[in-house]
């Protein structure tokens, strides 16, 4: 099996280069030619192994010029025990009959973005080892929060990587903002650009796709990769934790074997819904996959509609991580709905940059409509939904699993649908702490320390510690660039 580009059908790469590149040099995204299968059989051995033998199997269909040794190594440096704090690596909390939550929060950084970038640096280096020589790979990354720390702990220290964050200026959390400018590491760097996700993700992909720079970091012995999810060493470790849930879901009892349940995904980037959507074409059984907006509710018109128009007001939410205009991930699904068409992608997106839109044919449409369903909600809502969560199921979700329980109730109502379905459940809810202690008593709190103090006394869980030591843990990094500095900002880190 080989990967090609959802913008050059010309393209034919192993998965090992798909992964050392990140993005085709043409501006697609790589994904698979063909999409691989389980049977029934399969999946119900997996019923019976824990996570990481799971991952094991998932994604040793994908990484196809892997050794079994390297994807075992790689999986098990990636979900060591001592790096997540369930020992099942993703858990799945049932809440009633019909909602359970796919908890993908207890690794190093409390977001699910660790699923898979505790995993990349792994499957980095040993694609790097297959398609480099000695050269060093410098990971540029464009967070909304956070990707950011993530792929900060993910890669520091990994011999034969540099990484450089850049996050929106005022478009974090504070702690998100706290746990990136605080990071250890003798191969890190961390920048602030002023503007919004948006822009310092196209700043990303303009210096990715800028034949000088390119040059210039040949001459260097360097060569950029994106820890972005348009990696596609990001998508396929988080399609392992879908059928993971499934698994775990049958062994409780929720879903009889071989019945279909539903997904829902609080949403930013598409990523982690795409993730799902690959699950469900691999054979899982998946009705349909619920995709939830906040404000930024770009993807439930276009689901509505089957326009893309990102020419709409920018709203900064409490659900900071789904503040994004331009979803990257849904090109890939748009090539597979368009009957893998590279030329009506590059109309699509030719348009989306020229002038912010584009309109899908009805036939994509129609294929979006049978698997798709989008909803959002505002940031009242969302946190009217933390604190029914908690009050109901004595269950504490963050702002972006709040945004999710709140679409999937709607739909709920709206459809009578009965089908079992399971949340993503993609941070803790220490992480957004002022947002979440608001949402339980409506009080605001000094700073988000104080916020963390409060909700531990008022619900009577605990803080994970890695959050809780960033209080007065020094900061490395304070600067700010604007978008067009950002190529000088790698040149000053690199020293080139
Ligand atoms: C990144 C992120 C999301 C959005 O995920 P996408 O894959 O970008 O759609 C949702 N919630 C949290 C907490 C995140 O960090």
């Not at 109901?392 to 699993?401: A, C, K, M, N, Q």
């Not at 605001?444 to 510690?465: H, K, N, Q, Y």
């Not at 700010?480 to 950002?486: P, S």
């Amino acid at each position: 099996m080989l990967y090609t580009s959802t913008r050059n059908g010309g393209v034919h790469v192993t998965a090992s280069k798909a992964i050392t590149d990140g993005i085709s040099p043409d501006g697609g995204l790589y994904l698979p030619e063909e999409i691989p299968a389980f049977s029934a059989d399969e999946l119900r051995t997996l019923c019976s192994v824990g996570y990481r033998e799971r991952a094991k199997h998932v994604l040793g269909k994908f990484l196809c010029d892997f050794t079994a040794d390297e994807v075992n190594d790689c999986v098990e440096n990636a979900y060591a025990g001592h790096k997540f704090a369930s020992p099942e690596v993703a858990p799945v909390v049932k809440l009633d009959s019909t909602v359970s939550v796919l908890e993908l929060f207890r690794g190093p950084t409390c977001a699910f973005k660790d699923m898979a970038l505790q995993m990349l640096p792994h499957l980095l280096t040993v694609s790097a080892a297959k398609n480099l020589d000695h050269k060093e790979i410098v990971i540029l990354v464009a967070t909304s929060g956070d990707t950011g720390k993530a792929a900060l702990e993910g890669f520091r220290d990994v011999p034969g990587t540099r990484i450089l964050v850049f996050y929106p200026e005022d478009g974090v959390s504070a702690m998100q903002k706290l746990q990136m400018t605080t990071q250890e590491g003798g191969n890190v760097g961390v920048c602030a650009i002023r503007g919004n996700f948006d822009d310092a993700q196209n700043g990303v992909k303009a210096i990715f796709t800028n034949p000088e720079i390119l040059e210039k970091f040949r001459a260097n012995d360097l060569v950029f990769s994106s820890a972005n999810s348009i990696n596609w060493g990001r998508l396929a470790p988080q399609i392992v934790y879908y059928v993971s849930a499934y698994c775990d879901m049958v062994n409780a009892g929720t879903v009889p074997f071989g019945d279909a349940i539903n997904i829902v995904v609080p949403t930013g980037n598409f990523g982690n819904i795409l993730a799902a959507y690959f699950a469900r074409e691999m054979g899982l059984p998946v009705k349909k996959l619920i995709c939830a907006s906040n404000a930024n509710n770009v993807l439930t018109d276009f689901l509505a509609t089957g326009t893309y128009d990102r020419n709409r007001h920018f709203y900064t939410t409490i659900s900071p991580s789904m503040d994004i205009l331009i979803s990257s991930n849904l090109e890939r699904l748009l090539y597979l709905l368009c009957g893998k068409d590279p030329a009506t992608v590059r109309g699509w997106f030719a348009s989306l940059a020229a002038e912010g839109r584009y309109t899908v044919s009805d036939d994509v449409r129609a294929k979006l409509g049978e698997i798709f369903v989008g909803g959002f909600c505002d940031d009242a809502a969302t946190k009217q939904t933390i604190a029914d969560t908690y009050r109901r199921f004595d269950y504490l979700p963050d702002t972006h699993t709040g945004v999710a329980l709140r679409v999937l109730n709607e739909y709920l109502e709206r459809t009578g649908d009965s089908t079992p379905a399971v949340v993503a459940s993609t941070a803790s809810p220490f992480k957004f702490p002022g947002a979440v202690l608001s949402a339980l008593n409506g009080t605001t709190a000094a700073d988000e320390f104080v916020a963390v103090e409060a909700i531990e006394r008022l619900t009577g869980i605990s803080a994970p510690p890695q959050l809780l030591s960033l209080r007065g843990k020094p900061v490395r990094f304070s600067g700010a660039a604007d978008r067009d500095a950002m190529p000088q900002v790698v040149f000053d880190m690199l020293g080139i």
